[in-house]
């Protein structure tokens, strides 16, 4: 019987592996249609990369999404692990009503957040453009940072940073080279994740971006009122092979770390 079981459970998760990442393949395989039918195969052909790469539009919205995903990435990694390493260090009344502040955006509808943060924009009179896109990415992607690096603060000994500091170490030295390499990998995770949810965000894009501002979600989405054409589907296939290459370089990174750790 727990054969029969166990052999349920990895057909199920089989097809639910199927389920995701058939859609993935497809619209990979049809990235190299010679037609722009997107359910006949008619044979292979470049051209569908060939156009992506001379559309301007797409080309310069796909810029400032990584223009917007990195900044928002490098600034909330930095504040959120800043936060994150002084909430280890404060009371305990302090910790939790931060916490419980850090988690309301995260069970916030994105739509209502979008609304909120525009209508502050709205009451100080500010312009909708780069900036308030880059804020409003920022502003959600320090909650993850934060979630992500707390369970590796709470792993280490709490007497570190003294003991770093009773060796010559200034409190400053002692962030840097102690604290901060060993939850280095803490840090990594929380950057990827900010920096997917900000690549991939459409509702707070869609609203606080000025008119000259698109990004690729966005785009995207427009299009798919017009209809969605493989010229697309080469860029999701682009974008794709560089989420699987950034898993892999965070995979050794994590590897390498781990073992300096030891």
């Known amino acids: ?3 029969e079981k166990r052999s349920f459970l990895k057909i199920l998760m089989g097809l639910m592996l199927l389920f995701f ?7 990979i395989v049809f990235s190299f249609n010679s037609s722009k039918s997107l359910t006949h195969f008619t044979g292979f052909s470049m051209q569908w990369y060939t156009k992506m790469l001379s559309d301007a539009s797409m080309m310069e919205s796909l810029y400032i999404t990584i223009l917007v995903a990195v900044i928002a990435t490098v600034i909330s990694t930095v504040v959120g692990t800043i936060s ?3 909430l280890s260090k404060s009371k305990k009344v302090v910790h939790d009503l931060i916490m419980q502040i850090n988690d ?3 069970m916030n509808p994105d739509i209502v957040t979008a ?11 500010i312009e909708k453009g780069l900036i308030t896109l880059l804020i409003a990415h920022i502003a959600f992607c320090i909650p993850y940072v934060i979630l992500s690096v707390m369970p590796k603060i709470r792993s280490l000994d709490p ?5 770093a500091m009773d ?4 409190p400053w030295m002692a962030l ?7 939850i280095m990998p803490g840090i990594i995770s929380g950057a990827l994740i900010a920096f997917t949810m900000s690549f991939d965000d459409v509702v707070m894009s869609n609203m606080l971006a000025g008119a000259k501002q698109s990004t690729l979600p966005v785009l995207i989405l427009s299009m798919n009122k017009t209809g969605v054409t493989p010229d697309v589907n080469a860029l999701a296939t682009i974008m794709i092979l560089v989420i699987v290459a950034a898993m892999i370089l965070n995979n050794i990174i994590q590897g390498a770390l781990h073992k300096r750790v030891k």
Not at 21 to 27: H, R, V
Not at 159 to 163: E, G, V, Y
Request: charged residues 10%.
């Open 1 to 3: 019987m727990k054969k």
């Open 21 to 27: 990442y058939l859609p993935i393949g497809f619209m």
């Open 84 to 86: 994150a390493i002084g």
């Open 104 to 106: 309301f955006p995260l």
């Open 115 to 125: 609304i909120g943060l525009m209508l502050f924009f709205i009451t100080f009179n």
């Open 159 to 163: 007497n570190l940073a003294d003991a």
């Open 167 to 170: 060796l010559g170490c200034t």
């Open 176 to 182: 840097i080279k102690v604290i901060v390499p060993q």
